[in-house]
């Protein structure tokens, strides 16, 4: 089944402690992106990756780190987590950036 | 930069067509979609219309673009519970994709 997977889904941390939410997906899609989900605020794109090694901040890339070593794996890195980052994250990924996005089910993050 | 913005709630009774609008503010877009999201999930692509069309019916969805007013809307017909649910319009801007705040659609009996 095609899809995109993110682990872990729910998360409870603490300030300052390293964390990296892993995304996954089968469809040998080129385009990878992260955002986040407020409320009153839709989405907001945090980095995103054209190709493997390729990778370019989004809106909202402070605080955060990626990676793109491998055409399925696109991981986020909080290197040192703080509770405005608490969020809703989601993962996404395309054939090509120009194509609809594809998007797995969310991680629940809570920085206390 | 591009600003989407949709009203954040609307509330139709089962079996009324309901409208879900977004307006934005760049007109180079190339794609504009609809995005549902439900309970707990992630989200879900409805449809979507490229720049040059100005309409696009999928069974029971209906997407409207105005490009002069810089406006895009989604109408589902026949409006089932089963609909209640986030809707986000996203832009496609060179390669990024721009998010509305979303609107969320309730249904009632």
């Known amino acids: 089944e095609a899809q995109v997977t993110q682990n872990p889904r729910y998360l409870i941390t603490v300030t300052g402690k390293k964390l990296t939410v892993t995304c996954s997906q089968n469809m040998n899609h080129e385009y990878m992106s992260w955002y986040r989900q407020d409320p009153g605020l839709g989405l907001r794109q945090i980095y995103y990756?054209?190709?493997?090694?390729?990778?370019d901040k989004g809106d909202v890339p402070e605080g955060y780190k990626v990676s793109r070593k491998e055409k399925r794996n696109f991981p986020l890195i909080l290197e040192s987590p703080s509770p405005n980052q608490t969020s809703l994250y989601f993962c996404a990924s395309s054939l090509r950036g120009s194509q609809p996005q594809h998007f797995g089910d969310g991680t629940r993050l809570s920085i206390l | 930069g591009e600003d989407v913005e949709q009203s954040l709630f609307l509330s139709v009774r089962e079996g009324d067509s309901s409208v879900i609008n977004c307006t934005y503010t760049?007109?180079?877009?190339?794609?504009l979609y609809w995005y549902k999201q439900e309970p707990g999930a992630g989200l879900q692509l409805l449809t979507y219309?490229?720049?040059?069309?100005d309409m696009k019916q999928d069974q029971r969805l209906t997407v409207l673009l105005n490009k002069k007013d810089k406006h895009l809307s989604l109408r589902i017909a026949d409006t089932q519970t089963g609909d209640s649910a986030i809707y986000f319009c996203?832009?496609?801007?060179?390669?990024?994709?721009?998010f509305g705040t979303g609107t969320r659609l309730q249904v009632f009996p």
């Open positions: 996203a832009l496609l801007n060179t390669d990024k994709l721009i």
């Open positions: 219309i490229f720049s040059n069309m």
């Open positions: 760049d007109s180079s877009s190339t794609y």
């Open positions: 990756s054209m190709n493997v090694e390729v990778t």
